[in-house]
């Protein structure tokens, strides 16, 4: 018998089960949430700059692997569009894209999406500071494909939204 299998054997003859909600949470996203909350209530705006840099350097990361896995084309304006897509449907949010595919003579694109793609990150924050870390990480990851793109937040979830409507547009 491995290790798992002994494990999962220990944990149902103790009777825990397996959908307690403190085991769906990692012990990083715990520690990101309390590290985030200390930072803030001891140096005020400075670490919220801080964690909106953190948040775009982090997005620029993750825009530059999809980017690498996908082989995406940088010059058609949908592709500024595909890592925030991968990044939705890997968080299990649905999206919907509108605007022009083709030519950037229409020169925005805009998403919609069901719901925040960081929505379980950073949990019992201010909404304030998640606003910030989710627009710079979405920023993040269509600059990652276009580095003139802008980025500008319509609707936010964390603001009590029903969907995030971003529109991204073109220099």
Not at 18 to 26: G, L, N, T
Not at 37 to 64: H, P, S, T, W, Y
Not at 98 to 114: E, V
């Amino acid at each position: 018998m491995d290790r798992y299998t002994k494990f999962a054997n220990a944990w149902k003859t103790v009777g825990v089960s397996s959908k307690v909600r403190w085991q769906q949470r990692s012990v990083d996203e715990r520690l990101s949430t309390g590290l985030a909350r200390k930072l803030i209530e001891r140096f005020g705006n400075e670490a919220k700059a801080a964690l909106a840099e953190v948040a775009l350097q982090i997005g620029l990361e993750d825009g530059r692997k999809i980017c690498e896995n996908l082989r995406i084309d940088p010059e058609s304006p949908r592709a500024s569009l595909i890592p925030l897509e991968t990044v939705s449907l890997l968080s299990g949010v649905d999206y919907e894209v509108t605007g022009d595919n083709k030519a950037r003579q229409f020169p925005h694109l805009t998403i919609k999406s069901g719901g925040c793609i960081l929505g379980k990150v950073f949990e019992g924050i201010d909404p304030d500071i998640r606003e910030h870390i989710c627009e710079s990480y979405t920023m993040g990851l269509v600059q990652a494909v276009t580095k003139d793109a802008q980025v500008k937040v319509l609707r936010k979830c964390c603001a009590g939204n029903s969907q995030c409507e971003l529109v991204v547009s073109f220099k």
